[in-house]
């Protein structure tokens, strides 16, 4: 490339100096033979000649010079453009680039998107086409920020009402440099807009308030009544109380601390699911894990004068998933129907399906009525049942269900009477040979 440029400008310097040269000779000629001068004035033209003619070439390969390099700097400049607006192209966030009167100069795809436009926006004003709000319901106008003239502001308490859907909003303005309009000499402001949609991350925080909110609630009863029990079971010690007193304030507190002791767990459970840990998946035989479970709460069941019945179909198919996801979300099904079954039997039921295996636990123990199977995967929910309430559950062994589920790709059906029992089944497909 360098050599090609060096003999193109070589050949472009001989072209003009075999023209200069034919030029100056020609000149010489008309000269002659119009008024043949003496030798002293020939001398003196021949060297003016020469002069300007030099000059005349030297003037040529300066300008040619000069274009060259204006449109290299203009190639350059387009260049670098189109690598800038091709990294702000691949940004998520909406970019535009604006004027103090909120005119559109410069903007992204993801501008487009997030402002729900399939047109053309440049030159047109944002304010006009971007209805932003605040919570509040008060209006947010642009307009005004770009008037302050600050070189920085940052808020993310703003709504987009677009047809179909409410975005949370955070916007950034930027003022970037100041520019002088050769016509009317004023003062010009640039401005970067930056809008980026954080409606899921607004979404997660909140659930995230109302969770941690939630859970504080459930703790502080059984943490108050554990309290209680320990302080009245040391005043009783101390005044040396019948064993009987004694005994019902340490089952009492007993009771809360296993109460404790299981929320924690669960949300231990809950944590590690919504962090992916153990998610790994791999290859599952069922009769293997139908047999462990069998083993695990054989003796259980059998304590609390239940059966536990094992019935799974010849070769099974295999499947793929996390083992621990799947085992932890079987063991929930299990312990729920040991917990609220008190005589009959629960069944570990594995059978195969046209798409793959069937996972069935169940149980002929209270059931659930029609009204509580419509929020029994909601966080916390208890139902009203007084038997329900009387086994301490925490509340979010189901709603942990739900989630196991859902990280192995598959989701819980529910068959239930109340008095009659419960089914909990899904389905997983089966690896494919």
């Known amino acids: 490339m360098a050599m090609d440029k060096f003999h193109n400008r070589k050949n472009e310097l001989l072209i003009r100096f075999m023209l200069g040269t034919m030029i100056f000779l020609s000149e010489i000629a008309i000269i002659f033979i119009t008024n043949p001068p003496t030798f002293n004035n020939f001398i003196v033209i021949f060297f003016a000649l020469f002069t300007l003619n030099l000059a005349f070439i030297i003037f040529g390969v300066r300008q040619r010079q000069t274009r060259q390099k204006m449109f290299e700097a203009r190639k350059n400049a387009e260049d670098s453009r189109n690598r800038i607006l091709t990294i702000i192209n691949s940004l998520t966030d909406a970019v535009l680039g604006i004027d103090s009167h909120g005119k559109i100069e410069l903007y992204n795809s993801a501008a487009l998107e997030i402002l729900g436009e399939n047109s053309e926006i440049l030159n047109k004003n944002l304010s006009k086409i971007c209805k932003l709000a605040k919570i509040n319901t008060q209006k947010f106008e642009i307009q005004e920020i770009l008037k302050a003239g ?3 502001f940052s808020t993310n308490d703003l709504i987009l009402q677009k047809e179909d859907e409410t975005l ?3 916007i950034e303005i930027i003022k970037i440099k100041e520019s002088f309009s050769k016509k009317s000499r004023s003062n010009l402001k640039k401005f970067v ?3 980026r949609d954080i409606t899921k991350q607004k979404t997660l925080d909140e659930e995230r308030d109302e969770f941690i909110s939630v859970v504080s609630h459930e703790l502080r009863t059984p943490v108050a009544i554990l309290e209680g029990s320990l302080s009245n079971l040391k005043l009783l010690i101390d005044k040396k109380a019948p064993f009987k007193m004694l005994e019902k304030s340490a089952k009492t507190a007993y009771s809360q601390n296993n109460f404790l002791a299981t929320m924690v767990n669960d949300l231990s ?5 919504e962090r992916g840990i153990g998610e790994r998946a ?5 009769k ?8 695990k709460y054989h003796k259980t069941a059998f304590e609390r004068g239940l059966s536990l019945n094992l019935n799974i179909d010849n070769n ?4 793929k998933a996390s083992k621990l996801y799947l085992e932890e979300l079987l063991q929930n099904f299990i312990t729920n129907a040991l917990k609220y079954t008190r005589e009959g039997s629960i069944e570990i039921c594995f059978k195969n399906s046209q798409k793959g295996v069937i996972f069935e636990i169940k149980d002929t123990g209270i059931g659930i009525s029609s009204s509580d199977q419509k929020r029994i995967f909601e966080k916390f929910y208890r139902s009203e049942d007084w038997r329900t309430r009387e086994t301490g559950g925490t509340g979010l062994g189901l709603y942990i269900s739900s989630k196991l589920a859902a990280k192995i790709g598959t989701k819980i059906q529910l068959e239930s009477k109340l008095n009659h029992g419960s089914k909990f089944f899904f389905e997983l497909p089966k690896i494919k040979e």
């Open 282 to 286: 791999e290859e599952i035989k069922p």
């Open 150 to 152: 600050k070189p920085y």
């Open 193 to 195: 807009v930056i809008l």
């Open 316 to 319: 099974l198919n295999h499947v």
């Open 269 to 273: 459970i809950l944590s590690r699911t």
């Open 168 to 170: 949370r909003i955070e």
């Open 288 to 295: 293997e894990l139908a047999e462990t479970l069998f083993k």
